[in-house]
C-alpha cells in the first residue's frame, strides 16, 4: 500500500507526527542528565519513576477515551496539551526563569498528553487501514520514529547545550500545529458508541460511570486468556531488548576499556554508541523491507522464531568482548526486532472487537511497561552471578517467552476449531 494511496488522517499524522518526533528527540535524551544534575542520582531516579507511573495510568484512561470520545479528539487534546507543557517547560528553562522542579511537573505533563495520544493513533490505523495492509503502514510510521531517533540526537548533541529554550519553544509550537492539523484535515474514525455521549436515557450520566465503565472494560479485556498471554510473553522478552540502555553499556564498558575499529580507538562508552548507531541506522533502513517478507508467513512462526533469535543474540552478547562480534550480535538483536514491528500492531487491531480497540493497544503497552520496570533488575543481579551467567538467563527468558508465544497460538486454535472464532489469522 503506497503512501499516495493511504487515508488523509494518516499522511497528516505522518508529517506532523515526524517533525515534532524530531524536535522531541533533540532534546529528551540529555533530559535524564538535567534532572540528575538538578536533584542529584536518587531523587531524579525516584521523580523519574513517579513519571512513568503517572504515564501508565494516562496510557490506560487514554485507551478508554479514545474508544468513548473518538481518536480524533483525544489526539486533538494531547497535542495542545502537550504543546502547553513545552512551553511552560521552555520557560522554565529560559533567561528569564530557571526551575528545576517547573520543568518536571512539565515534562510529567507532556509524558501524561503522550500516553493519552498513543492509544488513539494505534487505533485510528485500524480503523482506516484495512487488515492486509496494517501490518506495513504500522512500520512506515515505526520507521519514521526511529529516523527521528537517529537525527534527533544527533541535533540535540549539537544544539540543546546552548539553545535548550529554543529547542523546547520549538517542541511547544510544533505540537500546537500538529493539534491544528489534526482537527482542522483530519476526520474521526472510531465506530459510533452511545455510550460517548454519556448519556442515559437523555439524562447525562454521572462524572463516576466513566470510571465504572472503564473497570468493567478492562475487566473484559484481563477475562481474554489469548491477550494475557500476548502480554507475558512481551515482558519476557521484553528483557531482553530493554537491556539495550541497562545492561548491554554497562557490559561493554566494564569488558573493554579500549578496542581498534577499522583503525581507530575507541573506548567502551563508544563502542556502544557505535552498535546503538548500528541499531537505530539498521531500523531506519530495513523495518518496511522486513514487515513485508514476514507477512508472508504465519504469525506464529515470526512470533516464536522472533522470541528465539533475541535468545542468540543476547546469549552472543555476554559471551565475548569483541568490538566485531559486539557489532555481530546487534545486527541480529536488530532482525529479531524488525520481524514484530508491523506484525503486533496487526495483530492486536485483530484481536480486539472493533468498539475496544483504544483500550486493547493501551494494555498491550503493559508488555513494555512492566518489562521495563523489571529490567533494571540485570544489573543488580550480575554483581552477584556475573555478567555471562546473566546474559544466559535473559536468554532463558527470550527462549520461554517463544514457548508463551506457542501456548498462546494453541489457545486460538482451540477457539477456531470450538467454532468460536476471535479476529485473528494464524495463517500468513
Request: with cysteine; net charge positive.
Amino acid at each position: 500500500m503506497r503512501i499516495r494511496d493511504w487515508d488523509r488522517n494518516l499522511k497528516v499524522r505522518l508529517f506532523g507526527e515526524a517533525m515534532m518526533n524530531i524536535t522531541f528527540w533533540m532534546f529528551f535524551p540529555f533530559l535524564t542528565i538535567y534532572f540528575t544534575e538538578a536533584f542529584g542520582k536518587q531523587m531524579a531516579g525516584l521523580l523519574l519513576i513517579a513519571s512513568q507511573i503517572f504515564a501508565v495510568f494516562a496510557n490506560l484512561m487514554g485507551g478508554y477515551c479514545a474508544d468513548r470520545f473518538g481518536r480524533k479528539t483525544m489526539m486533538v487534546l494531547s497535542s495542545f496539551g502537550q504543546g502547553l507543557a513545552f512551553l511552560i517547560f521552555a520557560f522554565a528553562s529560559s533567561p528569564w526563569l530557571e526551575s528545576a522542579a517547573l520543568g518536571f511537573v512539565c515534562f510529567t505533563l507532556a509524558s501524561v498528553f503522550g500516553s493519552f495520544y498513543w492509544p488513539a493513533s494505534q487505533a485510528m490505523v485500524a480503523d482506516v487501514v484495512p487488515e492486509k495492509d496494517r501490518s506495513h503502514v504500522f512500520a512506515i510510521f515505526y520507521t519514521s520514529i526511529n529516523i527521528a531517533v537517529v537525527i534527533g540526537p544527533i541535533l540535540g548533541s549539537i544544539f540543546y547545550v546552548h539553545y535548550r529554550f529554543e529547542l523546547l519553544l520549538a517542541s511547544a509550537i510544533i505540537c500546537m500545529v500538529l493539534g491544528l492539523m489534526l482537527a482542522r484535515m483530519t476526520r474521526e474514525t472510531a465506530p459510533q458508541n452511545h455510550e460517548a455521549k454519556m448519556v442515559t436515557k437523555g439524562q447525562p450520566k454521572a462524572w463516576y460511570h466513566a470510571l465504572t465503565d472503564q473497570f468493567k472494560d478492562y475487566k473484559v479485556i484481563a477475562q481474554d486468556r489469548t491477550f494475557l498471554l500476548f502480554i507475558l510473553a512481551g515482558v519476557l522478552v521484553g528483557q531482553t531488548f530493554m537491556q539495550l540502555d541497562l545492561l548491554i553499556p554497562v557490559y561493554i564498558k566494564d569488558s573493554m576499556e579500549t578496542a581498534s575499529l577499522l583503525n581507530f580507538t575507541l573506548t567502551g562508552e563508544q563502542i556502544f554508541g557505535v552498535i546503538l548507531s548500528e541499531n537505530g541506522l539498521l531500523v531506519a533502513l530495513f523495518t518496511v523491507v522486513v514487515t513485508k517478507w514476514m507477512t508472508k508467513y504465519k504469525e506464529r512462526n515470526v512470533f516464536i522464531l522472533s522470541s528465539l533469535i533475541y535468545a542468540v543474540s543476547i546469549f552472543i552478547f555476554g559471551q565475548t568482548a569483541s568490538v566485531y562480534m559486539f557489532i555481530i550480535s546487534m545486527a541480529i538483536f536488530t532482525f529479531a526486532e524488525l520481524m514484530t514491528v508491523g506484525i503486533q500492531q496487526n495483530f492486536i487491531s485483530k484481536l480486539a472487537p472493533e468498539n475496544m480497540r483504544g483500550q486493547y493497544f493501551a494494555a498491550a503497552s503493559l508488555r513494555f511497561t512492566l518489562a521495563k520496570t523489571v529490567a533494571p533488575v540485570s544489573i543488580t543481579f550480575s554483581l552477584w552471578a556475573g555478567y555471562e551467567i546473566t546474559f544466559m538467563g535473559l536468554a532463558l527468558l527470550a527462549a520461554l517467552s517463544a514457548v508463551m508465544y506457542f501456548v498462546m497460538f494453541q489457545q486460538i486454535d482451540k477457539q477456531n476449531s470450538a467454532k468460536q472464532p476471535i479476529p485473528v489469522n494464524t495463517e500468513a
